[in-house]
């Protein structure tokens, strides 16, 4: 065999050894379909981890509900209204102007926080009420639109919370409260402008509340505790959504108070739904119920159901597979 033979040979195996142009898109269009079936199926494994961590906060914050109903004998009071903050020597009833979150503090290990200075409190992160499906963080800008606060400064940023406790259905003013500690604790204020007595509210939690569980009549596993609530997506990150550009120790307001006036819905483009549960889930969102179990909640829940569970006291009967 002569070199030019010998060299003819290696050139022929040296073209084979590459790829065509022809070749290389086919690998590259495999590899793509692989993707396309990958992705999604990585997508939804992440997404139910974060569900599962969503339920495990809300778990939590149902057991620390029932530590402080232990200890007090009633469900955390939800304060004197959003421009309030709380006041650490004023117990957590209703003589305590702080919104129930504040009130669980002693009861999560972070009684270090309860006693902290108000401003600086409201820019102390609490992971326990962050779902991990929704952006932005649990620290944000404040919306300076509702006025000075009474018993603290106006912060830039704080921090908020993506779960609130149930109100009920009856709504309540944003901005109902007094102006000093002194009206508050008078017995002649009128609260909520003097147009309604909180009494007429029939959730578990809400303004000057004193809620026991034997006052949830309507059974504890039949009534919710606490859920997660809507967010406008434009508010993710900013001030822009009302239900959420307030610090989460607040008194109640359309931050930490929602309603079952209107079924729960996803996470969306509307900026009117400051009342309403909701999450960042594409198909559930998730509630605590005064029993401590964690439920997930279809957004095509049958919407007279949704407001019997909202009510403690209403002696309506629910259906067993709600």
């Not at 690998?27 to 997508?43: F, M």
């Not at 509702?146 to 603290?152: E, K, Q, T, W």
């Not at 303004?207 to 406008?232: F, H, I, P, Q």
């Not at 559930?284 to 569970?309: E, M, N, T």
Request: charged fraction near 20%.
């Amino acid at each position: 065999m002569n070199h030019r033979t010998v060299g003819r040979r290696a050139r022929i195996r040296q073209r084979r050894a590459g790829f065509t142009l022809l070749e290389l898109i086919v690998v590259l269009a495999i590899i793509g379909l692989l993707l396309a079936l990958v992705l999604p199926a990585i997508q939804s494994a992440r997404e139910s981890a974060r569900r599962t961590q969503c339920r495990n906060n809300l778990r939590q914050i149902g057991l620390a509900v029932m530590n402080h109903e232990s200890a007090t004998g009633r469900l955390p009071s939800n304060g004197w209204g959003e421009l309030w903050v709380g006041e650490p020597d004023r117990g957590t009833d209703r003589n305590q102007p702080g919104g129930w979150i504040y009130n669980l503090l002693g009861y999560i290990d972070q009684d270090h926080v309860r006693r902290a200075d108000p401003s600086a409190r409201d820019q102390i992160r609490q992971p326990l009420f962050a779902c991990p499906s929704r952006p932005g963080g649990t620290l944000g800008p404040r919306s300076p639109v509702a006025g000075p606060l009474r018993n603290s400064t106006l912060t830039p940023t704080v921090a908020k919370s993506d779960y609130a406790i149930n109100a009920g259905d009856f709504l309540i003013p944003p901005f109902a409260g007094p102006d000093t500690l002194a009206e508050g604790d008078a017995p002649a204020f009128s609260w909520i402008w003097g147009l309604w007595d909180p009494g007429v509210f029939n959730g578990v939690s809400y303004l000057r509340s004193e809620v026991r569980l034997s006052d949830v009549t309507d059974g504890t596993s039949n009534t919710y505790l606490v859920g997660e609530k809507y967010v406008a997506t434009a508010g993710y990150g900013t001030a822009d959504y009302y239900g959420h550009n307030k610090s989460l120790y607040s008194g109640g307001g359309f931050d930490t108070n929602r309603f079952t006036i209107f079924n729960p819905v996803p996470d969306g483009d509307v900026l009117k739904l400051f009342e309403v549960f909701g999450s960042a889930h594409s198909t559930v969102c998730h509630f605590v119920l005064c029993d401590g179990s964690v439920r997930p909640v279809s957004y095509q829940i049958d919407a007279a159901v949704h407001h019997h569970l909202g009510r403690r006291n209403d002696g309506k009967t629910i259906p067993s597979d709600w």
